[in-house]
């Protein structure tokens, strides 16, 4: 496993994979990885001949009152943990390789003015496109993304359409806690008391998952259930619970065919996200 | 010379010269070719095994009052003079599989709100979305634009630098009639008078470049001179005038290093651009 710092010495590296035409999966990460993270490096090295993870933490993807500065990096960590999970190449790029004077964005409009996106400005912007200089750098054939980012899985995949991006994007489930919680590298700044009142997130999704299974349609009620049980937790503050489809992200009113149900909440400074996706 | 209306189509012709690592150049164009498109596609196809000639009246980079519905076509000729200049392959995309919905737009800030810019509110996010949406699709190792359209040139290289694109962006030379004026698909909406008065663009832009090398330095006074030259002529009503550095396209005050000279005129309802760029 090899660890490269700029993008001119990783094309050098890349160019036989591209020339033979082999396979190359790419796992854009901001690093301190979890078990959520290595699932997807040990899913793209079976399917790919070569599995670049790179390890950024994107400022452009941080408001200017987010925990950019405090994010938790640990990238000797991160080196073993992907490299048992099966990368072939790290790539570390510094802030100033990533952006010399930027004036270029791309923005997935209608898509990223909703759910997340109404309370991080700006924030799918920052996404897209540093997802994209990694696609023009590594261009890799397949590329892994969590589930638990239901949203920007979603405002990728329409971007890589869009774009006419020849990469197959692949959306990996959620890996969670034995008690449900989805992990996140923001669990680490929980208190011992927020991470307990936490597991209401999974709790609540798991419930009016088993409330559509047996028939519940109304989506308005649906949501002031799942509210309720949120709140029941006192260090709960909601940002969003929504459910919407899976394409445009907008509300529905009846349950049909795939409903995506997703939430934000804050735990003193801690904002985290979960979802679930349901078929009926 | 085969001719191609989808993109599937095109990358699976295109996929053994990807393999085996031939060099594919892309000439960009809106078709109704003239000897300045002829002049890329030659270039592009001394310094390439194969050379892909892309033709679309690309609507989302018109305004709501241009001439996107009557800008001329002719896809015959086009794939004639497109066949004798060297092209193996002509991409003739429909609209609708161009655009199926979209909702991503790429903007190059600060290089796009000016000259014109200021005119054609977003004209370079439709040039910068339908190139980067070539780029993705043919995945060339050159691409060719002229050096006409000056500002254009100047914003994809911007892009192509800040999303890390590993293609040249290859600026050609204008090519004139022999009276000087720049070759134009519009040419053809010009009246036989205006035609007439348009020589004076270049003839201005000669007169301006001679009095730098003469030694004048103040951008305001050759900026007044360009001025009084072409509103010499009654037809012409000037939309801007500007001496700018080639990096920034920020006006300059004094005469230093490399000027571009940009102009753009409209004589009746067309609007006609050109420029030189000069050295001291």
Redesign the interface.
Known sequence: MKLYKT?EDL?KVLMPY????KCIGLVPTMGFLHKGHTSLIEKAAKENDMVVVSIFVNPTQFGPNEDYEKYPRDIKRDYELATQAGADIIFTPEVNQMY?H??????????TNKLCGLSRPGHFDGV??VV???F??V?PHKAYFGQKDAQQLIVIQ??V??????IEIIGCPIVRESDGLALSSRNVYLSTEERKQATILYKSLITIKDKIVNGERDAKSLKEEITRMIKSQPLAKIDYVALVDVYALENVEQIKDKVLIALAVKFGDTRLIDNIVVEV
Chains 1, 2 share one sequence.
């Open positions: 993008l094309k591209d020339v033979k035409n010399d930027p004036k270029t964005t791309i923005q997935v409009k209608e898509l897209t496109t994209a200089k990694l023009n750098g261009k329409k971007m359409k869009d774009l006419n991006y020849d």
